[in-house]
């Protein structure tokens, strides 16, 4: 049995996700309205490590959801990441081979984070069981 309350785990997870992915997606709003368009390259650089800090920490307050979740949802939701995982890894590798072969227009790596969890949302309806 989990030590937190499943509402809890819910709710602190919640919190947490509107938290970091609140900021991430905020910073990126102003910068593709220009509002760092004048940074130099090595602070445009050490600026683009810290806007992946909430990327980092989303990941790890999923991680904490499911340790504080029971068995059942910590197996249902492990098959859904790895599912679409498989998912992410296979579109992004079919597009980064139609880039080098097929001339296909780039798509930044940015764009990684989004799929993965539009994957997610698309096969967590179709998984319901950890089987």
């Given at each position: 049995m989990p030590a937190v309350s499943p509402e809890s785990?819910?709710?602190k997870y919640l919190?947490?996700?509107?938290?970091?992915?609140?900021?991430?997606?905020?910073?990126n709003i102003a910068a593709i309205f220009g509002a760092f368009d004048d940074m130099?390259?090595?602070g445009a650089a050490a600026f683009?490590?810290?806007?992946s800090v909430p990327i980092i920490c989303h990941i790890g307050a999923f991680l904490a959801w499911l340790r504080d979740s029971d068995e059942f949802v910590r197996g249902v939701a492990v098959k859904r990441m790895v599912i679409a995982m498989g998912i992410t890894l296979s579109l992004c590798s079919a597009?980064?081979?139609?880039?080098?072969?097929a001339k296909a227009p780039h798509v930044?790596?940015?764009?990684?984070?989004?799929?993965?969890?539009l994957a997610y949302g698309l096969v967590s309806p179709?998984?319901?069981?950890s089987h």
């Open positions: 785990a819910n709710r919190i947490r996700t509107l938290l970091f992915m609140g900021g991430y997606v905020a910073v130099k390259p090595r683009a490590l810290v806007v597009w980064g081979l139609m880039e080098v072969y930044s790596a940015v764009m990684v984070v989004p799929l993965f969890w179709f998984i319901r069981t």
